[in-house]
């Protein structure tokens, strides 16, 4: 496994095996709450993971113990004037888009806190594994804002209207086994197991083959908000990005053969 730094408070760890890269929250002293510089940082390396063609499944992990991430950082933002936060609003912003643009499939690995724009990195995921210890929310409306990291979207589009409004707009903390009922967790795991199970899952999507995986995601997010019959063309226009690739050639020839395929992933 390899390390690569993004700053001081963001790594990306890329497995020899497998093709899975690591997008590590590392700012354990602030229980990794998103300062101007970390958001850089997480922004630069989520452009980084996209343009790597041998990367087809993250993992978004935190080296806290207890936390995941608690969202925004608050004492820096104590200091900011009017200007300042207009100044950092596009950085934040980028942070949060780099997460949720990420052209492979996507696993937040979550335990203990994830609050706020910790939360809404969570749900830029394509799927959230958490153990017992996770707490989750999006408390913003408590201090005076929104959720301003794709909260007021991606949630809604998880668990529905009326119960996104609720936990927005109480503001309140849900643990982890009221998360998994509720849909704001995929799957619940043991305590501190949740790195582990997501790197397993990111193993078994990383299998497969990079042309259809990327084809498939960019299928499933293009196609929300739309109506049946727009979703249908553009899950026809992934599927003939993928019909005619050496990957579609490989895997027909691999099943035939019965052997495991090995993707040309073009």
């Keep these: 496994m390899s390390e690569e730094r993004f700053g001081e408070f963001v790594a990306v760890r890329r497995h020899e095996q497998g093709h899975v890269a690591e997008l590590v929250l590392d700012r354990p002293k602030a229980m990794n709450a998103v ?23 993250v993992v978004l992990t935190s080296t806290h ?7 925004a ?5 104590n200091s900011f004037s009017d200007a300042d936060l207009l100044r950092q609003r596009p950085v934040t912003r980028g942070a949060y888009t780099g997460v949720l643009e ?5 696993v937040a690995a979550v335990h203990g806190f994830a609050l706020g724009g910790g939360f809404e990195l969570a749900l830029a995921c394509d799927v959230i594994v958490a153990d017992r210890t996770a707490v989750v929310g999006l ?13 007021t979207q991606l949630l809604p589009r998880r668990v529905g209207a009326a119960r996104a409004a609720e936990l927005i707009f109480s503001a309140r903390r849900v643990e982890a086994a009221e998360a998994g009922e509720l849909g704001l967790v995929d799957q619940l795991v043991e305590e501190g197991r949740d790195r582990e ?15 259809g995986l990327r084809a498939a995601k960019r299928a499933l997010r293009l196609g929300q908000g739309l109506d049946l019959r727009a979703g249908l063309e553009v899950e026809d226009a992934a599927w003939r990005a993928t019909a005619f690739s050496g990957d579609r050639a490989e895997g ?11 993707w040309p992933g073009e």
């Design 35 to 57: 300062s101007t510089e970390m958001a850089r940082s997480i922004a630069g390396a989520c452009a980084a993971l996209g343009e790597d063609r041998e990367v087809r499944a």
């Design 102 to 106: 990420l052209p492979v499939p996507t």
């Design 65 to 71: 113990e207890r936390a995941f991430c608690v969202g």
């Design 139 to 151: 408390p913003e409306v408590s201090v005076g804002v929104i959720p301003g990291g794709g909260g």
């Design 252 to 262: 027909v020839a691999a099943f035939n053969e019965r052997r495991k395929p090995q």
């Design 197 to 211: 199970a997501a790197l397993a899952l990111a193993a078994r999507i990383a299998g497969n083959s990079p042309v």
């Design 73 to 77: 950082d608050l004492k820096e933002r």
